[in-house]
């Protein structure tokens, strides 16, 4: 595919991607589908229960992402490891093998496009705007961060700061933290 015809085709591309991670039996693989950059997304799913970050197997360029990745979830349906995730016990060969004879998609790799792919800003997420016209919809907007006032952050931490119970109260009373703290037992 020559590069301009890349990048025009990336430009209203979803992705369905297959993730690995050498945390996981070598069989268990990641389908999933996103609108942005994977290489973006498989850095969100490696997250503090994963000793070791996702790798991208493989990329399927599409116009309909998730219709494509729910074909392919219902395809390999018997292969799901727990039904409420998107893992499945398949062997990378196998599901290549079957992606691109029965399905036949066209698989990329990430070093193939990733000089292509958009860009993502770190501080804000795409979001899709849906219009009337559905050969509209990759138009993207960008959410502002909401701001709070320096007063509403103070008094919506308040309630939860440490705040010893005042000398004048007896002893008998003891502050809600004041419960937790270490006593010695006295021998």
């Known amino acids: 595919m020559q590069t301009s015809e890349l990048k025009k085709k990336l430009l209203n591309t979803e992705y369905v991607y297959c993730l690995s991670n050498t945390s996981f039996s070598p069989d268990i693989l990641k389908i999933g589908w996103t609108r942005y950059n994977p290489a973006y997304r498989a850095n969100q799913l490696y997250t503090t229960g994963l000793p070791t970050p996702f790798k991208i197997e493989f990329l399927i360029l599409t116009r309909e992402g998730k219709s494509l990745e729910g074909r392919i979830h219902e395809y390999f349906s018997r292969c799901r490891v727990s039904g409420s995730r998107e893992f499945f016990n398949i062997s990378l060969p196998e599901l290549q093998n079957t992606l691109t004879t029965k399905f036949s998609l066209k698989l990329f790799q990430l070093s193939d496009i990733i000089e292509h792919l958009p ?15 559905s050969s509209d919809v990759h138009n993207y907007s960008y959410n502002e961060p909401s701001h709070l006032d320096e007063s509403e952050v103070e008094n919506m931490f308040a309630k939860f700061r440490y705040q010893p119970s005042p000398p004048n109260i007896p002893t008998t009373n003891i502050n809600m933290f004041d419960k937790f703290k270490y006593r010695p037992t006295s021998s």
């Open 119 to 133: 860009k993502q800003d770190k501080n804000h997420k795409p979001k899709k705007l849906m219009s009337s016209n």
